[in-house]
T-cell receptor, first 112, second 111 residues
């Protein structure tokens, strides 16, 4: 049982480049979210989804796009990378509202 | 902006000591979760509390949800080096599918 799989684990981008962080879960979970984790700031919600075809913004959505065409996949797109987007990104999924998430192991992104 | 404050931010204790970590907010939550995170890994869910006043135990860890569902505590009895890690609380906002995380408590248990 793979759980939540994130790829890549590490990525270095130049300012202005775009890329997609991949996230897949095999638990048939309805709820999926993307968070970024920065030192001293905890986890901040970027975007979330409550099912295929349904997404909404979190606390820090600017500069990021998401889509959810299938239950399993929830990619996060950086449109034009900026140094302020240097962070560790976590994808998470949950099967029941209010009962917490299973997290992936993260993608460490550096924008230079 | 909803805010979850955790205290203390850092805690370094000797093996065998007891400790309590607090998670406080002015907002009401539908539920509250506690996670532990190891370096280089994602957070791992420890427990979910849903009912005001609820107490849950997980071996040496005791979790309590405040009566008003605005705060929670995590108590560890006889801490062990394996308890070392970053402890995060997260609250589910009522009527939404959003979880807001606290800034975390970094615990180090010395042998």
């Amino acid at each position: 049982n793979a759980g939540v799989t994130q790829t890549p684990k590490f990525q270095v981008l130049k300012t202005g480049q775009s890329m997609t962080l991949q996230c897949a879960q095999d638990m048939n979970h309805e709820y999926m979210s993307w968070y970024r984790q920065d030192p001293g700031m905890g986890l901040r919600l970027i975007h979330y989804s409550v099912g295929a075809g349904i997404t909404d913004q979190g606390e820090v959505p600017n500069g990021y796009n998401v889509s959810r065409s299938t239950t399993e996949d929830f990619p996060l797109r950086l449109l034009s990378a900026a140094p302020s987007q240097t962070s560790v990104y976590f994808c998470a999924s949950g099967g029941r509202q209010n009962y917490g998430y299973t997290f992936g192991s993260g993608t460490r992104l550096t924008v230079v | 902006t909803q805010l979850l404050e955790q205290s203390p931010q850092f805690l370094s204790i000797q093996e065998g000591e007891n400790l309590t970590v607090y998670c406080n907010s002015s907002s009401v939550f539908s539920s509250l979760q506690w996670y532990r995170q190891e370096p280089g890994e994602g957070p791992v869910l420890l427990v979910t509390v849903v009912t005001g006043g609820e107490v849950k135990k997980l071996k040496r860890l005791t979790f309590q949800f405040g009566d008003a569902r605005k705060d929670s505590s995590l108590h560890i009895t006889a801490a062990q080096p394996g308890d070392t890690g970053l402890y995060l609380c997260a609250g589910a906002l009522p009527g939404t599918y959003k979880y807001i995380f606290g800034t975390g408590t970094r615990l180090k248990v010395l042998a």
